[in-house]
Structures are given as C-alpha cells and as structure tokens.
C-alpha cells in the first residue's frame, strides 16, 4: 500500500511540479524554462477563462447542494415508516458516473424533446435555451446539485440523528419553536460538519469535467471550460503546452491542499460523527 | 430526532397536569388539547411525507425519462406531446447498443477493474490500517501525515506525471494502468485505521503472547472482526472506480480497453447524433451498479458517514 502511495500518488504530486517548470510536449523534448508558465498565466485567456468559469460553477452547485442535502434531512431524519424508499431514490444519483448523469440531462435540457421545454410548452411559457453561452454553466452545477445533495443529505442524517436530544427537550420547554431550535441548536451544533461538507464538495467542485465535456464539449465558446478540461486539451490537443498544463494542475493541487488543510482543522478535536 | 424527544416531553407535561387537574371541564380541555396535539402531529409527518415524496420524485424523474426515451425509436423522441407510458416498447436502441457496439465489453473492463481495484484494496488497506494503528513501526506518523494531506488530491489534478510514468513503464493501454494508480488512494487506509483502532489492543497482545505471528494476527484476529468495515470499503472502492472517468479516458487508446464510462463518452462523441441508441446506453450502464446497490443497500448509505470517520 504505501508503495503504492508513494510510486502513483506522491511521485506525481512532485511530477506535477516539476513539469509545470518545463516547456515542450508531451511527447517531444522538454526544456526548463522556470516559472515562466506561471508567469505568462495570467495573459493567457483561455487558462484564466477556465479558472473562472470552475470557480463561477463551484460558487454556484456547492452552497445549493449543502442546503438543500440540509434540508433534505431534516426531513429524512424525522421520517420513520417508509424512509428506507426514499433515502434509496434521493441517494441513487450520487452512483451515476458523471458521463451518464451527462447524457440523461441532455434528455432533460433538449431544446425540442428535452423535458424542461416540454413542462415549459405544456404550461404555455416559452422554451429556454438550457446550454446557451449564458446558461451552460447554471445547468452544469443544477447537474451537479442533482448529483451530490444526496450524498451530503444521508451525511447530515447521520449528523442529526448523532446530536444530544437533552438540548431539543431543554429548548423545547423553553417554548423555542421548530425553526428557533433549527437555527439556534441544529446549526451552531453542525458547524463542523458543514464546514467539512462545503469544504469537501468545493473541492469535487473543482474537479468537475465529465459532464461538461458530455454535454457542452466546453462551449459554447468557452462558457463551460473547466480547469480539468483544459488541462486535458493542454496535454493531449496541444502540441507543446505540457508545462502550461501542469503549472495549472499545480495550481488545482495546491488549492485542494489548502482546502483539505482548513478541513483537518474543522475537524481537529473532534471525531466526526462516530 | 428533535421533534420526538419534544414530543415525549410533552406527553410527559400532559400526564403531570392531568394527574393533578381537577376532573370535569379541565379534564375535558386537556383532552382536547391532547387531541389537537395528536392530530397536529399526523399532519406534521403527512407535511413531511409530501415535501419527501415531491423530492424524490425531482430526483427520479431524469431516469424516467431517458428511460422513456430509450424505448423510442429516434422519430418518437422528437414527437410532441411526449408519450408518458413506455409503450409500445421499441427495444432497437437496446439491439444496437448489446449488438453493435462493444458495450459489453465495456461493461466487463469496468467490472474486471473496478472488481480488482476493491479486492486489492481491501485487503492492503486492511493491513496498512492495522499496521498504522496497532504496530510501532519507525516512519509510522510521517507515513500517516503525508497520506492525511494528500487525501483529497485527485487524479484528475495529476494526469501529466502519471501519463507519462505509465507511459515509461509500458503499461499504457492496459488493465494495469488503470488498477494501479487506483490502489494509491489513502481514503481505506484512514477508515480501517479507524476501525481497527477501536479494536482493544489486549486481544492482540494476548494473541503475540501465544506466538502467533503479526501476519496470523491480523488474519485470524483483526480481519474477523472488522468485517463490516471491509464491506463498506469494498463498496466505496468499487463505486468510485465504477464512476472514474478522466484517469480511464486518457489511459486506454483501443475500443477494446475502454471502461464503461469511457466507451458511453465515446459513442456520444463519434457515433453521430443517435438519440436512442445514447439514452439507452444511459440505461444499461446503470444497471450494473443498481443492482449491487439494491443488495448492499446499508453499506452504500454508510459511504455517505465514511468521510466523517476519516479523523
């Protein structure tokens, strides 16, 4: 195992860093040119227009999901006969490979067939553009919420069901009301564990790839470019932009660095649920 | 949770006061009240049992409808209103997609892999955990502090170093390339870590004290007795290697050697525009993991809690 590790995990963490002081392809000779990919970044438009558009998309799907995987379980967690359905069907599509989540929301998005349009027609409004320049993105990250809320909704189930019932009964004789208890107890109590969830779908949210080379191939223009997608047009389009590449996967690697440090910190302390 | 243990206050509330109330009218008020209290309690959990169902009908319809897709031919998808039963049934994009493409090869590299990944990986993760957890082993809390910080870095992010490592070792294109960067998540080693460290370690020093080996040790004593845990990492394991995709795409270059996820991206991208035979292939590619879903119902909704075990 930790051959493992270190051969296919931490070597490459290192190859990444190497390769973003290089210039050349994948194929060719490389020569080291320094920082120089980092610093000729900022004017390259279609790299920064990645970045963007990742951070534009996790600013959008990850504070969606978390409230409404909230939400969800507040509900689940208070249902007792009949539960089990539920939970399977909410939760199923967080198994769906992000290529298959893609093709099904081309269904959904179809500006002829699609079942938006159609819900839109039947009910006499006009039919949307769902994958225009302006629109991609926003369906991407509804994609991702569909994908994801069921995941953190079961997280958060285990969360409520684990918090101490003498604070509910305290507050409740104090004449707190339902949503008094929620935002005066539920939350301060799951702060970690909000943190820990915004904090690990922020960094899924950065990663995001399969569905947008799926259902938009990165366009229209460049609305859904994401930092994966370039990164792997960079290596496998481009002629000689290996060094560029990796220089903006280092940048991935370390902001998910800096992201699973201000995680172990949320959860210092503290076990976790169990 | 919090509702129920207010709700066993308020009974208990309501057995004080009526123990103490005076019969006739008072009695009769309490018992209204009770009622209302009761009635108001039904309609809370008829609320909640309607915002559930109206919720995981959102979640469920895409399926429906690719499913009702994929049983039109490519001129009934685009026929307006949309049919809302799945018949009559066209089943041509399932002969097609089953028959005429290498689908089912697919299907079988993606179970071969995603298989082999989670076999290996519980059995090595299991030991890593236990050697992490129980053993004094020099190097032991470095070890332990890299993989923590690296935990969540993904392929994705390292796709250049590792083409061209697999590349050098001649493994491109193979089985190989896409089990062994697989094996290198530290994700099983922190969950049996965890396992095993609330196993009592008395059961493992009696065990030495009897000269069994480190290696019986953990066979014959640790292995049994974390069971449930290797389940769980199993179905972890197999659903994130079932899911994997850009490490996959990039590391295979014949028809014959693409995983499920890949060979779907791919006939979506080269076959042409072929709507039955794309919502089809949406269908049958989550049949397999459905399947083992339904079975391990429990240990998939775990998958869920393992992040929060991780620390």
Redesign the interface.
């Known amino acids: 195992m930790f051959v493992f590790f270190v051969v296919f995990l931490l070597v490459p963490v290192l190859g990444t860093f190497w390769w973003s002081t290089r210039s050349g392809g994948l194929l060719g000779a490389t020569t080291n040119v320094g920082l120089q990919n980092y610093t000729k970044f900022p004017q390259q438009v279609d790299a920064t227009t990645a970045v963007k558009n990742t951070l534009y998309f996790a600013l959008m799907s990850v504070p969606l999901t978390i409230v409404l995987g909230v939400l969800l379980a507040l509900l689940l967690a208070k249902v007792g006969r009949g539960g089990g359905i539920y939970r399977f069907l909410i939760y199923f599509p967080t198994l769906v490979p992000g290529v298959v989540a893609g093709l099904i929301w081309l269904f959904l998005t179809n500006p002829d067939f699609g079942l938006f349009n159609n819900i839109l027609r039947a009910v006499g409004a006009q039919p949307i553009t769902w994958l225009g320049i302006n629109s991609a993105l926003r369906t991407l990250a509804a994609v991702d919420v569909w994908r994801n809320a069921g995941y953190w909704a079961i997280f958060f189930v285990a969360a409520l069901i684990g918090l101490p019932k003498e604070l509910y009964q305290a507050a409740a004789l104090d004449g707190a009301g339902a949503f008094a208890r929620f935002w005066h107890l539920t939350l301060p109590l799951l702060r970690r564990i909000l943190l820990f969830a915004l904090v690990v779908s922020t960094i899924w949210g950065l990663q995001v790839f399969d569905t947008a080379l799926i259902m938009t191939a990165g366009g229209p223009g460049f609305a859904t470019t994401t930092i994966v997608y370039r990164v792997w047009q960079y290596v496998f389009a481009y002629p000689d932009e290996i060094g560029l590449a990796a220089a903006m996967s280092s940048m991935l690697v370390v902001a998910i660095l800096i992201l699973t440090l201000v995680q172990l910190r949320a959860l210092r302390g503290k076990r976790g649920l169990d | 949770?919090?509702?129920?243990?207010?709700i066993?206050?308020?009974t208990i509330e309501q057995v004080e006061r009526r123990s103490s109330a005076p019969r006739g009218a008072a009695g009769t008020i309490l018992a209204r009240e009770a009622r209302r209290e009761r009635r108001r309690r039904r309609l809370g959990?008829l609320g909640?049992?309607a915002?559930?169902?109206l919720?995981?009908l959102v979640?469920?319809?895409?399926?429906y409808?690719?499913i009702l897709?994929s049983v039109k031919n490519n001129n009934q998808?685009?026929?307006?209103?949309?049919k809302l039963l799945p018949f009559p049934t066209y089943w041509g994009n399932f002969t097609q997609l089953l028959f005429h493409t290498q689908f089912l090869r697919w299907m079988l590299n993606t179970l071969i892999v995603a298989g082999s990944v989670a076999a290996l990986k519980v059995v090595?993760?299991s030991?890593?955990g236990y050697a992490l957890a129980k053993l004094q082993i020099t190097g032991n809390k470095i070890?332990f502090v890299?993989?923590?910080?690296?935990?969540?870095?993904?392929l994705?992010?390292?796709?250049?170093?590792?083409?061209?490592?697999i590349r050098m070792l001649g493994l491109l294109n193979t089985y190989w390339a896409l089990i062994?960067?697989a094996?290198?998540?530290?994700l099983g080693?922190f969950l049996m870590r965890?396992f095993i460290l609330g196993l009592p370690s008395d059961l493992m020093n009696a065990a030495r004290l009897d000269g069994l080996s480190e290696f019986t040790i953990y066979r014959r004593v640790v292995l049994p007795l974390i069971k449930p845990g290797l389940v769980v990492l199993a179905v972890i394991i197999f659903?994130d290697q079932?899911?994997?995709?850009?490490w996959p795409l990039?590391a295979t270059t014949s028809n014959n050697m693409e995983l499920?996820?890949?060979g779907?991206?791919n006939l979506?991208a080269r076959g042409g525009v072929n709507?039955g035979l794309?919502?089809a292939?949406?269908v049958m590619?989550?049949v397999p993991?459905?399947i083992v879903?339904?079975a391990l119902?429990r240990q998939?909704?775990s998958r869920?809690?393992a992040?929060?075990?991780?620390?």
């Open positions: 949770m919090g509702s129920e243990g207010w066993s206050v308020a959990s909640r049992h915002a559930l169902a919720a995981t979640f469920v319809v895409p399926f409808y690719v897709s998808i685009f026929s307006y209103p949309p090595m993760d030991m890593a070890i890299l993989m923590l910080i690296l935990l969540m870095v993904p994705s992010a390292l796709i250049v170093p590792l083409w061209t490592l062994l960067p094996l290198a998540n530290p080693v965890q659903t079932y899911i994997s995709f850009i990039i499920l996820t890949v779907v991206a979506h709507f794309w919502s292939s949406a590619s989550l993991i459905a879903f339904f119902q998939f909704l869920s809690l992040g929060a075990l991780k620390q």
